[in-house]
């Protein structure tokens, strides 16, 4: 039995990690999550929320909504104007479940409800259904895709810069990544694109599908085949490529549908449009206009044996299986 600890994570901006945001002062509880925020009302805003999104993804993503959690997932949101957005949820897998869930979300109230919320829940909602890890860009790129216009538009730009400054990853690389790379930000801005570039020619629940598939398999370049009728990882990377040069237009309806049908039980795709409308496209002098804000990354891995608040990895792990937890920050 392998004992797999994994910590998904995502933006957290460095004026929260290094202290100084508001006090948490309110709870709030609902049926899967228990939220700290500053004010009473924050906190049933940030809960309802939540509650809400984790129902309407599910069914956006699997087709239904998720059962109720055995443990609520505890929120700790820090919400000030001047807080740059960002989140980091951790978990853990063990024996195919998942438990243990924390989440950590910061930022304006308007950001945190429009694009760190749902983020981090897609999160969640991966993390219940695949109960293993995605590769990195596979995740974030699709979390990405759930936040508000403004920042996938920003994740747009930032994509432009990295692929005229030498900052791209080649896909075969990328879709080896299991962990996160010390140049982050470029796969959060690829894995966007390409989540974007696969959703719109077939919708969420066939990306699901995807995914599924290449995880089970092993075999990225099939499932390309077998759930979008595309060739296989290198060629995609030309084709994607192409895509962002002609500013990412909307494939063509006869190209959407001569995708291959949908097959399991992840099927009916065909009753669901395409993933999402057109991101605006800035002008290219946009990139040399974007806001100067700070960035960091830490990885950290620790052995197992290390106790969680929650007891969650408290049971000794299996010999001679080097069981990883990783956590980490970006941004
Ligand atoms: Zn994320």
Redesign the pocket.
């Known amino acids: 039995m392998l004992r797999r600890s994994i910590k998904g994570?995502?933006?957290a901006w460095l004026a929260a990690l290094l202290g100084g945001g508001p006090v948490l002062a309110a709870g709030y509880r609902t049926a899967n999550f228990i939220v700290d925020a500053p004010t009473p009302e924050q906190a049933r805003r940030i809960g309802d929320a939540a509650e809400q999104y984790r129902h309407d993804l599910a069914i956006e993503w699997l087709g239904g909504p998720l059962p109720r959690w055995s443990r609520p997932c505890p929120i700790r949101a820090q919400v000030a104007p001047q807080l740059g957005a960002g989140g980091a949820t951790s978990f853990v897998f063990d024996a195919g479940e998942v438990f243990g869930w924390t989440m950590s979300i910061q930022g304006s109230e308007e950001r945190i409800l429009d694009s760190v919320l749902p983020?981090e829940i897609t999160?969640t909602i991966f993390a219940s259904h695949f109960r293993r890890p995605l590769p990195r860009w596979a995740d974030?790129g699709a979390?990405t895709t759930v936040e508000h216009p403004v920042e996938r538009a920003r994740q747009h730009r930032l994509l432009i810069e990295f692929l005229t400054t030498q900052r791209g990853i080649a896909f075969p690389e990328m879709f080896a990544m299991r962990e996160y790379p010390a140049d982050v930000l470029p796969l959060y801005a690829q894995g966007y694109s390409l989540a974007r570039f696969l959703i719109e020619r077939g919708g969420r629940r066939r990306y699901v599908a995807f995914v599924g598939d290449g995880l089970a398999s092993n075999d990225w370049s099939g499932a390309l085949g077998r759930h979008y009728g595309l060739p296989d990882v290198p060629r995609l990377q030309g084709l994607w490529l192409d895509w962002v040069r002609q500013g990412c237009p909307a494939p063509p309806a006869a190209l959407v549908a001569a995708a291959p049908p949908m097959t399991g039980p992840a099927g009916d795709w065909s009753a669901r449009g395409r993933g999402q409308s057109p991101d605006p496209v800035p002008p290219a002098a946009a990139v040399a206009s974007l806001p100067g804000r700070r960035s960091i990354y830490a990885l950290q891995a620790r052995r197992p044996g290390v106790v969680d608040a929650d007891g969650a990895d408290a049971q000794p792990p299996v010999s001679g299986v080097a069981a990883a937890r990783e956590t980490a920050s970006v941004r």
């Open positions: 994570l995502c933006l983020h999160h974030e979390c």
